[in-house]
């Protein structure tokens, strides 16, 4: 492992530096029905755009992207389908969620805990719903309306998107036809914390490729946790920073395809460097680039249609205003201050103040393969880190902004330390207080719950050393659970049940009992970056050695099991181990999960 992006926490740098997806074998080449379709929701005229408070008060001037709609659905009918939908959009309000799924239960009995929207959080599409910070002027608040113009351009293209939205799932459902389902993870390396400098992010890199029997691209889904901020409130155009960017360069690698993006926990992340166009063409040549090596990769297959389940929990507001406090606060210039206003507004109204946010948490599997959490509103890269770390990263894939985006999702940690994601972000998406810090517990405790036993297998911290016993087959299958790490550096990484900073002075030993002496083929799983890769390494039992050189994988979260060489074993107790060549070398050596031997007949 190498020591590139954070110093800090391990158990934040065990995500960053480290990864892997079980690669190999494909279990099955088992067919499912998918449908793939896509729709313009481009604004037809000028829109007012959202994202930033700091923009020109006026509507949108042309456009750099058009944006889309693209869905996949999965699943043939007896099985009970159901349709992933990403959207170039800020957000995605709650109820155009739930209006949706309500007509696809009526239409085609879509279960609404198998439909999920996702957002990509553009910067630089249309507002959608919550317009406080169309509001905002300078370091104040005004609180006359917008423009009936304006009002009306928002209105018609929240009641288009919704039709469109409805359009475009009926039609994956109409396209779906026999295709093949898989998955991997790479990783990406634009996003940087926002919040702290050399903070946490999650540069995990997921995609789910569709293709067609034969092998040819139908779709691709691919997920990053970052901010679409590239391009400031400067640009007053339409446009889908980043993720745009990817998405054109991964299609027009292979014609015919749909590229699709998600975000994962980014909500405290930016992309780095930003501000100029080059910069945002340059992080989408990232992904779409990081895409390809994944593509020509070894992929784990998925042959069961993602079965969705979902949970409404109430996230308490840590401090709901009465009404003296907010009429003292009407005077604050301030997001708090406008909040106070409209909440007095909505009080004269007759309405009451959110005591707790309404929030849905959901969970689809496919099979034992993959678990995709499906997280609503601004997720901060705390939930990815503590659910990789509880569950094993290399079975989890999530996404935040989906099916909602009432506002940032902060962590115990972020209520804490406070600040703008925590506390007065809140209040420009119109709500009364920051969390109270039990929101963490509350969300991660409905993920547990929503996954099946198989996805939740309790993972030791450490490992423990033991003898390793060959099989009846004679093969030997020394994991790092059962190795004794030897070094400096070298750590057990429950979230990939592998050595992680493994340097060129560390090594692994395990104690085994060969069964049958003689020639053995040695298979090692790893993963390594591609700066990394190249190191020479020794693997030695008794007096007989071999040499080699770690290979490349792509990145620490792509791991490969291949063949690296033949040895001659005595039976009987022995010791096994692998180590660098040279102990004296800089730098990262590889992430070891697995090296089995099989006797050769
Ligand atoms: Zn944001």
Known sequence: MSSLFLPGVFMLLSIVLSGTMTFGQTK??????????????????????TGYAAREKSESKGVIHRLFAKALAFGSDAQGPSILITVDLVGIPGNITLKLAEQLSKKVGIDPAQLSISASHTHGGPEIGILNILQARGKTFSDSLLSLDELIHISHYRHQLSEKLEQVALAAIDNRKPALLSWGQGQAGFARNRRTSGGPVDPSLPILRVADPDGKLRAVLVNYACHGTTLGGDVNRIHGD?????????????????????????????PHPRGKIEHM?????????????????????????????????????????????LIALTSDSSAKGYFARLALERIARGHDIQKELHYPVQVWVFGDELAMINLAGEVVVDYSVRLKNELGAEKLWINGYTNDVPSYIASRRVIREGGYEAESSMYWYDKPSPFVEAVEDIIISAVHEL????????????????????????????????????????????????????????????????KRKGKYDVYLEWSVSDEEAGKPFVFEAGKRKFNGVIGKTGSWFTYRDEKIGTIDLQAGKQMIVFRPLSASAKGALLDLRTITLKRMN
């Open 28 to 49: 099955s080449n088992g067919l499912m029905d998918i449908g793939v379709a896509q729709v313009d929701i481009t604004p037809e005229g000028p829109i007012r755009l």
């Open 242 to 270: 980043w993720i745009s960017e990817a998405q054109q360069r991964i299609e027009a690698n292979h014609p015919g395809t749909m590229a699709m993006v998600a975000i994962g926990c980014g909500a405290d992340a930016n």
């Open 281 to 325: 063409r340059a992080h989408g040549e990232e992904i779409a680039k990081n895409v390809e090596t994944l593509l020509a990769s070894p992929l784990q297959s998925l042959t069961s249609p993602p079965v969705g389940k979902m949970k409404w929990v109430k996230l308490p507001f840590a401090h709901v205003p009465g009404i003296p406090e």
């Open 451 to 514: 996954l099946p036993a198989s996805l939740k297998t309790v993972r030791p911290e450490t490992n423990s050393p033991q003898v390793v016993v060959a099989d009846a087959d004679d093969i030997i299958e020394l994991n790092a659970e059962l190795a004794r790490a030897i070094g400096p550096e070298i750590k057990y990484m429950p979230e990939w049940k592998a050595f992680g900073w493994f340097t060129e002075a560390d090594r692994v030993e395990w104690d085994v009992e060969v």
